[in-house]
């Protein structure tokens, strides 16, 4: 299997322009996430996707931010317009069924964003 | 609250000595619990994992980790450390909902020649 795919790999944009992040999760897997890795803040729970439909966005940001799945193989994390303190790396991470614990999560290598 | 605590930021071994990363977590109730692996640049990669069968768990690359109830430790071990396992790496567990990880706040392992 290819994993999970992510891109772009790095970005680099100027403030106030619009990111669109991509994902492609592993085949078969019907939970979806989207991670925020920074040094101050560790690894956080942006969103998370259960066949498709949005469970928990929560640790969205905020407005900037959006996030959609329009089918099972599919996902995008957007930002608009960005800001320097959106700089990050940003994991994408599906598992097989995460309505039950235990499962094990997947992670993309990651899109590195830097916004000046 | 559920947590993980990482209890070092850094480690330091010599390439064929022993590794040990510790962690300890505080829970409710039995977590499963994951241990991650993140090279430079890279996502992360699990390297184990328990989910409440054997308390001793193997892994990828010659890593193990007991759980231990009783001292709520989930200790990552190595026998013998290789350059390539200079990494930084993350204990998990898993939340109070399904789908929510705890993750620990990393211990960088660094392999000298």
């Not at chain 2, 409710?28 to 054997?54: C, D, E, I, M, R």
């Amino acid at each position: 299997d290819a994993g999970v795919i992510q891109s772009p790999r790095h970005e680099v944009t100027e403030m106030g322009q619009e990111v669109t992040l991509r994902c492609k999760p592993i085949s078969g897997h019907n939970s979806l996430f989207w991670y925020r890795q920074t040094m101050m803040r560790g690894l956080e729970l942006l969103i998370y996707f259960n066949n498709n439909v949005p469970i928990d966005d929560s640790g969205m940001p905020e407005d900037r931010f959006s996030a959609k799945m329009p089918n099972a193989s599919f996902s995008t994390l957007k930002i608009q317009p960005s800001e320097p303190r959106d700089s990050a790396v940003y994991f994408c991470a599906s598992s097989a069924n995460q309505q039950r614990s235990g499962n094990t999560i997947y992670f993309g290598e990651g899109s590195w964003l830097t916004v000046v | 609250a559920q947590s993980v605590t990482q209890l070092d930021s850094h480690v330091s071994v010599s390439e064929g000595t022993p590794v040990l990363l510790r962690c300890n977590y505080s829970s409710s109730y039995s977590p499963s619990l994951f241990w991650y692996v993140q090279h430079p640049n890279k996502g992360l990669q699990l390297l184990l994992k328990y989910t409440s069968a054997a308390t001793l768990v193997k892994g990828i690359n010659g890593f193990e980790a007991e759980f231990k109830k009783s001292e709520t430790s989930f200790h990552l071990t190595k026998p013998s450390a290789h350059m390539s396992d200079a990494a930084e790496y993350f204990c998990v567990a898993g939340g109070d909902s399904s789908y929510k990880l705890i993750f620990g706040s990393g211990t960088r392992l660094l392999v000298r020649p």
